[in-house]
């Protein structure tokens, strides 16, 4: 089987080629990543020698990539997105470019061709909980708050559209917040990691009693095997972690992990429209697909911090923006002969 997979240079589509890689290895994987500041070729320097896997350098907005990428493959899982919220505050345009309009070429390419789609989208699309409110499932209705997830909402959208007006075979998988290896270190875990290790305060934001709930990447790379081995096209999965947690209680297990007391904490103004409780109801996905998370938070999180205290030239590279050069170097070596 191709699959073809679209922002396998971030965080989250780079675990998933690992992961399928490794569940598969008879597969072949064509990775097409803009790489924007995200995404990272580093992460994938284990398997450059492997047959089964290519890189494509490429903007999923272009067609004249999109196209003949997408009438190669059996299979499209769609994780390119621009992600970060604070960033969709600063500059909703290219969000909207990006996850909006970049899904559509994706959709128009799948229509003519017939692929199968696979859409990963976020549980950000529904808006807050209150704490007393039943986590959110696959009747929940949307209601974004922020440029990031009003674009994830909207190519959600679009997904469903053309399913129904065009029959393009499809899936679609909202997931609670992702933690793991490679997690680029703007967010949250990662960047309080980072900066504890550098011996620098940590920013939590407004109370720091936002709860969200936590999937372990590799849960969800699971996750969407499970969909795409089994689950009925037209329609939604919900994957999740089953681990609310407040923000102050990961800090303060961070804490703990990296011998680090309460002063470094400082809580710093809240950003705008921030959602105050994010939690998913997997259930279906357990009782159509057999699927739920097997990695416990508190050792997840564990083995996160030891990834990022053993990969900590992997940060700097990051926080520098070393990335290009290293792609530079990587192309000029095994791509321009």
């Known amino acids: 089987m191709k699959l073809l997979v679209t922002g396998g240079a971030g965080f989250i589509g780079s675990n998933f080629i690992h992961y399928w890689l490794k569940q598969h290895p008879e597969d072949n994987i064509v990775n097409l990543d803009v790489l924007s500041y995200a995404g990272n070729l580093e992460n994938h320097a284990s398997i450059e020698g492997n ?45 909207v470019r990006t996850n909006v309009m970049g899904t559509q070429v994706l959709l128009e390419a799948v229509k003519e061709y017939g692929t199968r789609f696979h859409h990963v989208s976020t549980d950000e699309v529904f808006g807050a909980l209150g704490p007393n ?81 936590w999937i372990h990447v590799d849960d969800h790379a699971r996750g969407v095997d499970f969909i795409l081995q089994k689950g009925t ?28 007391d309460e002063s470094y904490i400082e809580y710093v103004k809240d950003r705008p429209g921030h959602d105050r409780r994010y939690a998913i ?43 290009q050069a290293y792609y530079d170097e990587w192309y000029n070596k095994t791509l321009k002969k």
Request: proline share 6%; charged share 25%.
């Open 51 to 95: 047959k089964h896997y290519r890189f494509v350098k490429g903007d999923i907005t272009d067609k004249e990539v999109v196209f003949p990428l997408v009438e190669d493959a059996d299979i499209v899982v769609h994780f390119a997105a621009e992600t970060h919220v604070d960033r969709s505050i600063l500059d909703p345009a290219v969000f």
């Open 281 to 323: 109801d997997f259930s279906k996905a357990t009782r159509e697909l057999g699927w739920k998370p097997e990695v416990a938070f508190e050792q997840g999180l564990k083995e996160m911090v030891e990834w990022y205290v053993a990969n900590q030239e992997w940060v700097a590279r990051c926080k520098s923006g070393d990335y």
């Open 233 to 260: 096209i037209g329609e939604t999965y919900y994957l999740g972690g089953n681990a609310e947690k407040k923000n102050i209680d990961i800090v303060k297990l961070l804490l703990t992990y990296l011998g680090k």
């Open 133 to 213: 409110d039943p986590p959110f499932n696959e009747d929940t209705k949307y209601d974004p708050r922020s440029p990031y997830s009003a674009s994830k909402a909207g190519a959600d959208h679009l997904v469903r559209a053309y399913y129904h007006t065009y029959g393009i075979p499809m899936t679609i998988s909202n997931c609670s917040n992702n933690y793991g290896p490679y997690m680029f270190p703007e967010k949250m875990m990662p960047l309080f990691i980072s900066n504890l290790l550098e011996d620098k305060k940590v920013p939590v934001y407004g109370d720091g009693l936002q709860v969200r709930d």
